[in-house]
């Protein structure tokens, strides 16, 4: 057994090991050389690939899926009590670990890099990793969606450097002990484990307390919370505090950030020198997230104008704005946003990129139809105005019912929250309550030279290859 895992982790069983933060702790501690188990309740591609790395994967939950020598059951918040396999864990005394607990446990040997924010960290996490690999320093990394094709979520490296998205809603990112945080930008989100927005700068700022003596803070100059933040977190004198935006008092200055169509060039201002590079991937707020993935690996000691160009082979990550095909002239794209910020965001982004380029029919710039699916009763109900309003920068949209996720229905919560702030603002919005109806409603509405959104944290994203085919048809 390789000494970088944990005797408690030498045969985890994972409940629900297909999702995607679990399956890359999962793919992670294989690929260190652990006996890896788990179950979860559909075949996948991640469960695929998976199981080519010798993981044992059952589908449906069970007790008889426990092995014996199960060493650890490691689960996320999103596992529930009664679970079967939680239930036998019990009964024979085998410990439960939560999945921070077991991505903690692999960073600490290392220099951890843990990226954290209310938005933009899967994206800042996959620059970072893919910018370090480049460079030949062999991170680690766990990172909170695929890179490229199933499974690429993580990987273990040789080198020193170990980089991981650290997610708030659970307030599971307590566990971390980095060498360099990254707070990208601080919102109220996740009302069903916060009650306020106080609560939630409590949260990030017991993360941020967490930071190894000595080590770095990156953080937006820009964003309010994040600001807001600063300001309670100075004159913690083991804290070096490096701040990044468009601010004038930015420690890590961006001074323009140019659109090239699909991608943008963004230019900083490093120790009173400029530098400009490349940021492949279309919108403002993902040139921010480079400038703070870029601030992030500085401080862990790599050179800054060749980390500045690695960046540019970052070319997304599945479910961020991710090309998913043209028909009929007809271009797809799948979005993971389900926070208004982030739907305000990766539209302007959309909108940006497509802006000048002509249509077939010489009817102007391509029109954006948005598939909106939201998420979560609870964000649902908190944030569902401010969604409809976002949805109104769409030339058109159709709103699916909510994806429900770990939570039970909430009373008189529905996607009709969504769809009539939308309409308030002047959205041309339509409900999609029938979802095997949407590829034909969409194919019905789209022209050449549209673009079409799916957008949504859930199972919307199965919907594009369906668009695709009824438009060839």
Do not use: W
């Not at 629900?16 to 050389?33: D, E, N, T, Y």
Request: net charge negative; charged share 20%.
């Amino acid at each position: 057994m390789s000494p970088s895992v944990p005797p408690a982790l030498e045969r985890p069983h994972f409940i629900g090991i297909g999702g995607a933060g679990m399956s890359g702790v999962a793919k992670l501690l294989a690929q260190r050389g652990a006996r890896v188990a788990g179950s979860d309740t559909k075949e996948s591609e991640t469960v695929e690939a998976l199981r080519a790395l010798g993981v044992t994967v059952h589908i449906g939950h069970d007790a008889a899926n426990l092995a014996p020598d199960a060493t650890a059951v490691v689960v996320s918040s999103a596992i529930r009590a009664e679970n079967l396999e939680l239930a036998a864990a019990g009964e024979r005394g085998v410990p439960v670990v939560h999945r921070s607990e077991a991505l903690a446990a692999l960073m600490e040997s290392g220099r951890p890099i843990a990226v954290a924010g209310t938005h933009g960290k899967t994206t800042t996490t996959s620059m970072l990793a893919v910018a370090l690999t480049a460079l030949g320093l062999e991170p680690s990394y766990v990172i909170g969606g695929d890179l490229d094709v199933p499974g690429s979520s993580a990987r273990h490296g040789d080198g020193e450097i170990f980089v991981a998205e650290a997610d708030e809603s659970d307030r599971s990112f307590h566990a971390y002990a980095p060498e360099v945080a990254v707070i990208l930008n601080v919102e109220l989100d996740h009302h069903a484990n916060y009650a306020s927005l106080e609560e939630i700068y409590e949260s990030f700022e017991t993360f941020a307390r967490g930071v190894r003596p000595g080590g770095t803070l990156v953080i937006s100059a820009d964003q309010h919370g994040a600001v807001e933040l600063t300001s309670r977190l100075r004159g913690r004198s083991s804290l070096k505090i490096v701040t990044v935006g468009e601010s004038e008092d930015a420690d890590l200055r961006i001074t323009r950030i140019s659109p090239r169509g699909l991608t943008s060039e963004v230019t900083v201002v490093l120790d009173g020198r400029m530098m400009t590079f490349t940021v492949s991937v279309p919108g403002r707020h993902y040139a921010h997230n480079a400038v703070a993935a870029l601030a992030a690996g500085i401080a862990v000691g790599a050179p800054a104008r060749n980390l500045a160009s690695a960046l540019a082979q970052y070319t997304g990550v599945r479910r961020r704005l991710q090309f998913k095909g043209e028909a009929a002239g007809v271009q797809v794209i799948d979005s993971y946003a389900h926070h208004p910020t982030e739907m305000a965001a990766d539209l302007e982004a959309i909108r940006g990129a497509v802006a000048g380029t002509p249509r077939p029919d010489g009817g102007g710039d391509p029109r954006v139809l948005v598939v909106f699916q939201p998420h979560l009763f609870s964000r649902t109900r908190e944030l569902g105005a401010e969604m409809g309003a976002a949805l109104a920068a769409a030339d058109a949209s159709v709103v699916l019912d909510i994806y429900p996720a770990r939570e039970d229905p909430i009373p008189g919560v529905t996607s009709e929250i969504i769809i009539e702030a939308a309409r308030a603002a002047g959205a041309d919005v339509a409900a999609g309550h029938q979802r095997a109806a949407i590829p034909d409603v969409v194919a019905g509405m789209a022209k050449a030279g549209d673009l079409v959104l799916t957008m949504g944290a859930g199972d919307v994203t199965d919907l594009g290859p369906l668009i695709l085919a009824r438009l060839e048809s």
